[in-house]
């Protein structure tokens, strides 16, 4: 037993650091240099992190890679020149705060949290912990490893929600105005040029052209059309609308003479959005109910 006491004892001792006044100095010279680096990247100090940067500094930013910024970048000409850029226009800082630092020889750690905005979408990511290890060599740092909550800023960076509901809004736009030529240029710089209209399981769905042809004809027909959009929900690749269409014929639709009556119905629609065009809209209107409420009944 006291044997192996003895051997913990000094297996203890050997894992001990050697030159430990010397290590303190080196390590409050790792933090200081390194809080330097960090002061100058949140405020934007080109020149200070430039001058601060050893000349095989690496900057590991990892991610998902359909973000512009994740890394890694190597050198000072990719990350002045790229990275930089890159992520001053991509996101845009709303909250920091530092709440821990410490270093150890050559390394240092900070971490702490922070929110941002996403420049591209508008989304907010909420806040998220950060942390970064740094190591500094000759007063120089060598590598700056950024970690983040990567799903909570690749999730902002590519929710396309708010351009996609933008893009659908469109389509209801037309319907409200069938004949207004604004409206048919926003509907069709936002549909694919094969979108197409399906309302039914025959196969004969109708083209972006033959669907203008049909509001031009509603627009004469029924001058009065509104299409509210009552409830829009995103999903993916969908956009699912839950519509209320108003309007009072001024001759017959669908064979039926309201002779000045008027039609409110329900409508739904499941709009596929492509690269940020409408590629597709599967349609169900209460046409039945329309005709019904046309006839009187």
Same mark, same amino acid.
């Given at each position: 037993m006291d044997t192996l006491k003895r051997i913990i004892a000094v297996s203890i001792i050997s894992m001990l650091?050697?030159?430990?006044?010397?290590?303190?100095?080196?390590?409050?010279n790792t933090?200081?240099?390194a809080k330097s680096f960090l002061e100058a990247a949140g405020s934007d100090n080109g020149a200070k992190l430039t001058e601060l940067m050893s000349e095989d500094f690496v900057w590991h930013n990892e991610?998902?890679?359909?973000?512009?910024?994740?890394?890694?970048?190597?050198?000072?000409?990719?990350?002045?020149?790229?990275?930089?850029?890159?992520?001053?226009?991509?996101l845009t800082v709303t909250s920091w705060s530092t709440d821990y630092s410490f270093a150890n020889a050559d390394q240092a750690v900070f971490m702490g949290?922070?929110?941002?905005?996403?420049?591209?979408?508008? $989304?907010? #990511?909420?806040?998220?912990?950060w942390a970064?290890?740094?190591?500094? /060599?000759?007063? =120089?740092?060598? !590598?700056? %490893?950024?970690?983040?909550?990567s799903y909570a800023v690749s999730k902002?960076?590519?929710?396309?929600?708010?351009?996609?509901?933008?893009? $659908?809004? #469109?389509?209801?736009?037309?319907?409200?105005?069938?004949?207004?030529? /604004?409206?048919? =240029?926003?509907? !069709?710089? %936002?549909?694919?040029?094969?979108?197409?209209?399906?309302?039914?399981?025959?196969?004969?769905n109708k083209s972006k052209g033959a669907f203008l042809g049909q509001m031009g004809y509603f627009a004469k027909l029924i001058p009065d059309l509104n299409w509210n959009i009552e409830e829009m929900t995103h999903a993916d690749d969908r956009v699912i609308v839950r519509g209320r269409a108003t309007g009072t014929p001024t001759?017959?639709?669908?064979?039926?003479?309201?002779?000045?009556?008027?039609?409110?119905?329900?409508?739904?629609?499941?709009?596929?959005?492509?690269?940020g065009k409408?590629?597709?809209?599967?349609?169900?209107?209460?046409?039945?109910?329309?005709?019904?409420q046309l006839k009187g009944k």
């Open positions: 650091p050697l030159g430990i006044s010397h290590a303190d100095a080196q390590s409050e933090l200081a240099v991610g998902d890679k359909r973000i512009p910024w994740i890394g890694p970048w190597k050198g000072q000409e990719d990350v002045m020149g790229k990275f930089m850029p890159a992520f001053g226009k991509g949290s922070m929110s941002a905005i996403l420049n591209n979408t508008g $989304v907010d #990511t909420g806040k998220f912990t970064v290890r740094v190591h500094v /060599e000759d007063d =120089k740092v060598k !590598s700056w %490893n950024w970690m983040e909550d902002a960076y590519n929710d396309n929600t708010q351009a996609d509901k933008a893009a $659908v809004e #469109t389509f209801y736009t037309l319907l409200s105005n069938p004949g207004s030529e /604004e409206a048919v =240029k926003a509907f !069709s710089a %936002n549909t694919a040029d094969n979108w197409e209209s399906v309302g039914n399981y025959s196969g004969k001759g017959p639709l669908f064979g039926v003479d309201g002779a000045g009556k008027s039609f409110d119905i329900m409508t739904i629609d499941v709009h596929t959005i492509e690269n409408i590629t597709k809209s599967h349609h169900v209107e209460d046409w039945a109910g329309a005709l019904k």
